[in-house]
């Protein structure tokens, strides 16, 4: 008998064979299908829960009912203060007011009334969209990292009249560009006089979201819910060149993809008992999703404060239960314990046996929170995140395996990690409970099958199991607004979705990404770089012969190697009496130090984003050519081979930055 509770601890139930994680679906090609979801072998996809919850709609509904009407979403005012709590029935109450009240100001109820969404995370976020769904709205969001420029485009394209805005600063950035057809804006909190009369010399009038609540339970509007092939919302990525492109998304889509995680999980899925922590934007598909499931099972979700430096106090307030990730945010947690362990001998020593023993206990399929090593290590970063965690689904970038393992065994929580895209509603793939081996992202889920298609330019084949992801099922998306062209590109004539991302098929039956199509990559904060575009901007420099802007999709930022103009660099060093041949100069603190600060300003001018700009670079004095082999013979950059010929200098960058 072990001598105490801690002692032992009951290993997980793996579902599956974790040597065989996938099916192959009888046919032509190499498709792989999910194992949780028997009909899949029928080439059907699983959608939803029962045939009364196929739209977001009715999905809330399902979960005020089993909850009993418990605390739905949580908020607090002040970091002094505790989380309070709307519960499900006045959460839909509300919810049907405010949708009311848009239908009061003149909105049509249907499918081509779309309301914008331009806040951060908060409780009247989700009154909106569901009050949005009572009448058959679509909602669209609008975040910061698009920019003015861009948010006004959305709004022009999407004809948006109407946009529920969070705050002062938010109104006005707005108001700056808006299009003709934005007519009144919806407060959350109060504005300035001053931001009242901006906005009505430019035709747009102010209401106050409580207001609009108001207004709509005193007309109370018949409801008109939507259909599962409905429109929920149109969810506009950031784009690498160009304008954003509109996602449409149906409800059908995001249920599907809920459903099929909450399946998947098993025994581990989120229930009415869990607390949710809603940090990661909601105008991104992985947390929409995240909230949605919470919601259909009746959970609760506590909206941080809107500080992501604060967010450990938040999370101690709230004691979540559950918890999306993204790479950063475990980035951090390692960084920080390495950085605090690197101090103390005793520190690093302790930390390496915690988690040499805890890595010991995951193997063994052993998850907890409870043992030595958590006492005595590793409760300081337990607490951090609020003591409680049981779940954690991490997805939107890759994640080193070492940062994987170690989150594992210092959260004591299971982790999973998934692959997807707004285009797929966020889940294709989702690693396995019990699977611990980090470094891939698990099977398809059962709301989709996945192939490989041939890449030959790249020399990717399917039938040495490599290629393209592509994708097919009930949580695909129709295509993009307003842009046939684009749609025409990305879903072929099978319906099958073309990702753009390289895959590997493992030989336990699982997916690991390994390349993009296109020369484009994803930061660890889930920021796309197109580097060929911040290349053409820098090459302006006079300072600059040749660029080479790399990134890596487990940094948060990008480097570049630069090959200065030999003539403008002497002449200026001349001039400022700094002597030495090219390969001295560039060596030379004062040298790089000028080179940088003016791709900066050409990067400014250029209207790169601040994680668009180059960090740090690395000056070069023998340019890129044919003979060299980093040229193609059309003289392009050969990136692949560019990434390798400067792979120390380039780890000696990151290294520098950490």
């Known amino acids: 008998m072990p001598c105490c509770k801690c002692c032992y601890h009951e290993p997980i139930k793996i579902p599956i064979d974790l040597n065989n994680q996938s099916e192959l679906l009888r046919g032509p090609e190499i498709v792989r299908i999910s194992k949780f979801y028997r009909e899949a072998k029928e080439g059907k996809f699983y959608s939803y829960f029962t045939e009364e919850t196929q739209t977001l709609y009715d999905t809330f509904r399902r979960g005020a009912k089993i909850s009993n009407n418990g605390p739905c979403l949580g908020w607090r005012e002040q970091h002094s203060k505790p989380y309070q709590w709307m519960h499900y029935n006045e959460t839909l109450l509300r919810a049907r007011n405010f949708g009311s009240g848009l239908v009061a100001l003149g909105l049509v109820p249907g499918q081509h009334t779309f309301i914008g969404v331009y806040s951060q995370n908060c409780p009247e976020w989700i009154l ?35 946009v529920v805005c969070e705050n002062d600063a938010k109104c006005n950035l707005l108001i700056e560009k808006a299009p003709r057809c934005l007519k009144k804006l919806i407060t959350i909190k109060d504005v300035r006089p001053a931001t009242n009369q901006r906005a009505k010399n430019r035709g747009i009038e102010i209401l106050h979201f409580e207001d609009i609540e108001r207004n709509g339970a005193l007309k109370s509007h018949p409801e008109k819910p939507p259909l599962p092939d409905d429109l929920c919302t149109i969810c506009y990525t950031s784009g690498t060149t160009g304008n954003p492109k ?19 999980l098993g025994e581990h899925k989120p229930n009415t008992n869990d607390v949710m922590i809603s940090f990661l934007p909601l105008a991104h598909m992985l947390e929409r999703c995240c909230e949605n499931g919470m919601y259909m099972v009746g959970g609760s979700v506590g909206f941080y404060s809107g500080d992501i430096r604060r967010l450990s106090d938040d999370m101690r307030a709230l004691r979540p239960t559950v918890s999306p990730a993204v790479p950063r945010l475990l980035n951090r947690l390692f960084d920080k314990a390495t950085m605090e362990a690197s101090n103390s001998c005793i520190k690093r020593l302790l930390l390496n046996m915690g988690l040499s023993a805890k890595e010991n206990e995951i193997k063994r399929g052993i998850i907890r929170n409870n043992g030595f090593w958590d006492r005595f290590v590793f409760r300081k970063m337990q607490d951090g995140m609020g003591g409680r965690l049981r779940l954690m689904i991490v997805g939107s970038a890759p994640l080193a395996g070492n940062v994987l393992t170690f989150a594992r065994c210092a959260l004591g929580c299971l982790i999973v990690e998934g692959y997807g895209q707004t285009e797929c509603c966020a889940p ?12 891939h992202v698990g099977p398809p889920v059962a709301c989709c099958m996945v192939k490989l298609a041939d890449v030959p330019e790249m020399e990717y084949y399917a039938a040495y199991h490599q290629g393209e992801v592509c994708v097919k099922g009930t949580n695909v998306f129709p295509g993009y607004y ?20 390289i895959g590997q098929w493992l030989p336990n039956g699982t997916l690991k990404i390994i390349d993009r199509k296109k020369h484009i990559f994803k930061l660890s904060q889930g920021e796309y770089i197109v580097p060929e575009k911040i290349e053409n901007i820098y090459i302006r420099s006079q300072y600059v012969h040749q660029v080479f802007v790399h990134g890596e999709s487990l940094k948060s930022c990008i480097v570049a190697v630069v090959v200065p103009d030999v003539d403008v660099i002497k002449c200026w060093a001349s001039e400022n009496r700094i002597p030495g041949t090219l390969s001295v100069l560039c060596a030379n603190a004062e040298v790089k130090k000028l080179i940088i600060d ?23 004095p023998d340019p890129f050519s044919v003979q060299n082999g980093l040229l193609t013979p059309t003289l392009k950059s050969k990136r692949p081979t560019l990434r390798a010929y400067f792979k120390p200098q380039i780890e000696d960058m990151y290294t520098k930055l950490q």
């Open 128 to 162: 909106t969209e569901q009050g949005a769904y009572c009448y058959s709205m679509v909602i669209v969001p609008l975040y910061d990292t698009l920019g003015p420029d861009a948010c006004a485009y959305i709004i022009k394209q999407a004809e948006i009249s109407v």
């Open 428 to 439: 294709i793939t989702l690693t396995v409970q019990g699977d611990f081996i980090p470094e």
């Open 598 to 620: 003016d791709m900066i300003t050409w990067g400014k001018d250029g209207g790169l984003k601040s994680f668009e700009q180059v960090k740090d670079i690395y000056l070069h």
């Open 246 to 264: 509109g996602v449409m998304l149906t409800h059908q889509n995001v249920v599907a993809g809920v459903c099929a995680v909450i399946m998947q």
């Open 482 to 501: 307003k842009d046939p062209e684009a749609t025409e590109q990305t879903i072929d004539e099978s319906g099958w979705h073309h990702t753009g991302d």
